[in-house]
């Protein structure tokens, strides 16, 4: 069965260093979607991205984010300076279209310090 | 803004009924959802209801959606120690796949 796969399950990484997180999603998919959640908190919005640009974005997402599809295959989260409250699992998500089922990879877990 | 609540912890006896309570804000909801997730795995859809609707059934799957209230339930009748996983209402005015997620309800299965 088809699945979205992330990279790496657990990143730790230093206050300030900047951090990429990969996303491999469902190959005929054409929407993608990063959500993340702070420990203990609620699964949080962050963006979504369709046909090579940013569809809508949460008040989370703000200049230190950024999210690109290099090479067709890959969906990627980058955070260009990381903070300590960065700290989260940081799913990622794909769908056929917009409003059919979204599926999701197993997270991965920043930890900064 | 949107805000999705739920209660944290569940334990039930494996064979008993589990009810899973949620409630939201957005009066604007048009799809519900409950996404269940076991441990080191991702969010898997388990069922949806659109909001004009009451009541959804899937195998042992039961939603029950009160729309006056605000409150939707998951029931899942015959409860296995398979079912133990963390359990997350989700509600979406329907675009883009934008979710609003409750906190989770960690379902605890006694054999």
């Known amino acids: 069965e088809p699945e979205v796969t992330q990279t790496p399950s657990h990143q730790v990484t230093q206050m300030g260093q900047e951090v990429i997180l990969r996303c491999v999603p469902i190959?005929?998919?054409?929407?993608f979607y990063w959500y993340r959640q702070i420990l203990g908190q609620k699964v949080e919005f962050l963006v979504s991205?369709?046909?090579?640009?940013?569809?809508?974005k949460s008040e989370i997402f703000d200049d230190q984010f950024s999210v690109e599809r290099p090479d067709g295959s890959n969906f990627t989260l980058k955070i260009r300076s990381t903070k300590l409250e960065d700290s989260a699992m940081y799913f990622c998500?794909?769908?056929?279209?917009?409003?059919?089922?979204?599926?999701f990879g197993q997270g991965t877990r920043l930890t900064v310090v | 803004g949107e805000d999705v609540e739920q209660s944290l912890f569940l334990s039930v006896r494996e064979g008993d009924s589990s009810v899973i309570n949620c409630t939201y804000t957005d009066s604007s909801s048009t799809y519900l959802y409950w996404y269940k997730q076991e441990p080191g795995a991702g969010l898997q859809l388990l069922t949806y209801i659109f909001s004009n609707m009451d009541m959804k059934q899937d195998q042992r799957l039961t939603v029950l959606l009160n729309k006056k209230d605000k409150h939707l339930s998951l029931r899942i009748a015959d409860t296995q120690t398979g079912d133990s996983a963390i359990y997350f209402c989700a509600e979406s005015p329907g675009n883009f796949n934008k979710f609003y997620f409750g906190s989770g309800t960690k379902l605890n299965v006694k054999p």
């Open positions: 998500a794909s769908s056929v279209s917009m409003n059919t089922e979204a599926f």
């Open positions: 991205f369709y046909n090579n640009e940013i569809s809508e």
């Open positions: 190959s005929n998919h054409l929407y």
